[in-house]
Each structure stands twice: as C-alpha cells, then as structure tokens.
C-alpha cells in the first residue's frame, strides 16, 4: 500500500505539473471611460503576495529586484473602445512563463505604456492601468481592465528630494527658472521634422542684461531623468547660489532624454548630431543672448551616470571649446570594462564571466541584486527601446537593414558581436580615442578631466574609470580621478551637513578656473 500511495503521489504531481504548464493567457479590457482605440505596449504584471499583506494600488518590476515581479508585454495596435486583448504571459515574459510560477496568491495588474516610454522612467501621464486584482496560481487568472489615465506627476512631489530647511528658497527658484527652447538646425534636417533641445536656465545673483559676464556650467543628467528634474536641479543651483554656497555662474541644465534613451550628446547615426548641436548651434545662440564668459576657460561641464558619459564626451570631444568637465559615476568609458565586460575579449559574453559565472550588474556593496541577464532580459519584455541597454546601441551602434541600430549582444544567448564591438571602439571608447589621438588632444584636453566615482558603484563603474586612469598614466596626461570609499552611485555627492557637498566643491573648482584668485562665498 506505501508504494501504491507514492505512485499515486507522484502522478498526482506529474499530472498537476503538466496541467500548469498549458499556456496562459490574461485578458486585459478596455474600460468604458475609454473613448478612442488604444496603441502602445500592454504590459501584465503579477507579484506573489503574502497572506494579509498590506493593499497595493501599484505592481511594478524594479532593477533592483528584478525576479520579484513577473510582467510579460504584447504591442497593441488598435485596442478598441470595450475591446480585450489576450496577452500571452508564457512567451514574451520575465522572469519566466506564469504557468510555472510557484503556487500561491498573486496580486495582478496591466498597464498601457501609451508612449512607450515605461523602459525609460517607468509609469507615466497618459499611460491606462487597471485595478489591482488578486488570483490564486495555479488557476484561471483574471480579467483585467483598463479604467485609468495616469496624470501628470506633480511637481511639488520633487521636492522632497531638498532638505525641509531649503525648500521655499528652492520653490522660489523653481519659478524664476528660465526655460530653454531651441530648435536644432541640424538636427531638424537630419530626422525630417523640428527638434526642440530643452532645459532650464539658472541665473546668479546680480545677474542683469548688458551686466558683467559669468561663468557657465553645462550640466546634464542620468538614465531615468527628464525635463522636470532639470528644472529641480536648475532650481538647487539657483538657491544654492543666493544663500552664497555656491559661488555665482549661470548653469544651462539640459534635457538629454529622448524617445529611444539618452542620446548623451554624442554624433549619432541613430539619434543624429547631438554634439555638433550642442557646440555650434545651441552654445552660440545662448552666448549671443545671455552674459555669457565665452572662452574655454568660462565654459564647464558636470553631469552623473549618462550625464557623466555625456560630459567626459563633450570634453574630450570638443577639447578646445570648455575649461573641463567634472563627470561623476560615469557610464563605461573604457570598453574593456563595460560595466565587468570586456567587450573586445574573443568569445566575449556579456551574460557570463569567463569562468562560467553570471555577469553582475547591480549591487549594493558586496550584495549583488541583479545580474547582466536579468537586467538586459527584463528590459526585452518592457519594451523594444528606451531601455538602458537599447539606448546605448541607439547613441554607439551603426545601422542595421532595417533603419534601427544593431544591437552589440544577442539577447537570448549575450554574446558579444565583435564587429558591433569594433564600432563602438572606433568611435564612442573614450579612453581609446585618448589613447590613439593624445599627441592632438594634449594641448587643449591636459588637465581638464575630473572624475569622482564610489568604489562600490551601483552599476559597477569604478572599474571602468580604473582603466581609463590608467590609460592617462601612462600618457603622462594630467588628470583629477578620485574613488571615493564605499560610496555607491546613489550617496556620493553627501558630506557631513550636505547632500550635495560634493558639488558645492565642484563648483568652486569651476570659479577658481573662471576667476583666478577670487575667493568663493563663505559656507
């Protein structure tokens, strides 16, 4: 009878296996406040949720635990007032088919990614999302409808980012912001239609027309961040320079969001003449109608993560035009090291180490979070562009057949392809163009690069910036790189007393150059 009872189990389990492993679908309705056919990305999220766990208006994946929320994504092209679309959530999923996850309740949501623009910074204005539903696994999943618009954020919600103590000042400065808004020549005739670049300006105290001139600083931001966080960070500048903490510049903060990622202010095929832009369009009309210091030594650059790239970039670049960049936690600037990838290795794979072991990608000092795969992966189901890894083959690769940028790895298998890889080198690897071009660039680039990045980078980009340091070294070329202890991608402006102590130095680094010998405003 014991043995009967075992076999009876065993098919039990087989049979119940193989009853989860039919394909699931998840039927997601338009609600009736729907009015017009609907086109976008459909995403199905579902997280496995504990018993009385506390109610969730929102289910999101998040990077930084990307194997805790399944989602899986179909395009719609006309999803029709009361219609339903059938998502399959065995296929195009992360981080597996839904028939296989483990049993248990699950909390479910769709979202319509309208813009398609979830890949870049998540939910948004104008995106529809459902209710969030409850349904045990296995069993029939539920009907899922869309009865939301999702408005715009508000922006008061920013400024919890300021200590309490600044925030009316920053509030105030928020509001005499200046808006920037230029249509681009070169880059209207290169996609067909006016482009706008975008940002905000900050004004220094004593700022006045036909007054002296300032010193500028040209900053940009990281992955994520968009036209409202510009103005936050104009803002800062702006009360940071009337309380007298930051000595007085104009800062020019710009928008280098775009539709497929960051366009990182480089020369693209795929994105177009970022740069050239920049440098001979935007820079001159801003000096032609603001008091402006136009000269190299007036004339500075500061960004973080992708803005980091994008300013180490523009300085090696456009060497003679700015007086030095202070890029923090840059992207990868040395393609020996993208983010632990060596891209030019043979055979490289950007999923696994050479030993066998998965990449990783995202820590939290010595924890790692999220591997090479799984960040990539996640990002495939989400969408077809404006990812992190999608946005670098938009700024670094050549163009395929089919108009879009050739990706630099396979997504399914990671391997590298060493002929994409070459293109990037001979065009976008910093620390190769320094390398292979610095008898040119040493008069007007020696100098000029400052780094700071934390030895326990987030996204692992102190190994990057370790290469480069090293390829300046042996060129004898001067440079400032500092690697600061322990600090991550997320703390390394904070110093005792300031979140943004880093820059508050920074800043009066800038001036020093711009104003030999004047001393900078008392903390």
Known sequence: MKRVAILLALLAAATGAA??????????????????????????????????????????VSPFAPTDTAVAGREVAALAPSGVASVDVDTD???GPFSRLPPGTYRFQALLDRNHDYNYAGRGEGDLVSPVVEAHLPGPPPLLTLNETLPAPDPEGMFGEVPVAQRPATRAAWDRAVALDFVSPKLSAFWGRPVHMRGWIALPPGYRPGGPAFPVVYWTHGFSAGLPYVRLNAAIAAQRMAAGDWPPMIWVCLDESSPTGTHEFADSVNNGPWGEALTTELIPWLEAHYRMDARASGRFLTGHSSGGWATLWLQTRYPALFGGTWSTSPDPSDFHDFTGVDLYAPGANAYRQPDGRPTPLVRDHGHELASFREFAQLEGVLGAYGGQFASFDWVFSPKGPDGRPLPLFDRTTGAVHPEIAAYWRDHYDIAWRIQHNWPALRRDLDGKIHIIVGTADTFHLDGSVHRLKGVLDRLGAHADIVFLPDRTHFDLFEQPGDMLGLMRDITRAMYAIARPGAHPPAH
């Open 19 to 60: 009853a989860r492993a039919e394909p699931l679908n998840v039927d997601v309705a338009a609600g009736p406040a729907v009015q017009a056919p609907l086109s976008g990305r459909l995403l199905v999220f579902a997280h496995r949720v504990e018993p009385d766990a506390a109610p969730e208006t929102a289910i999101d």
């Open 93 to 95: 999923v992360f981080p």
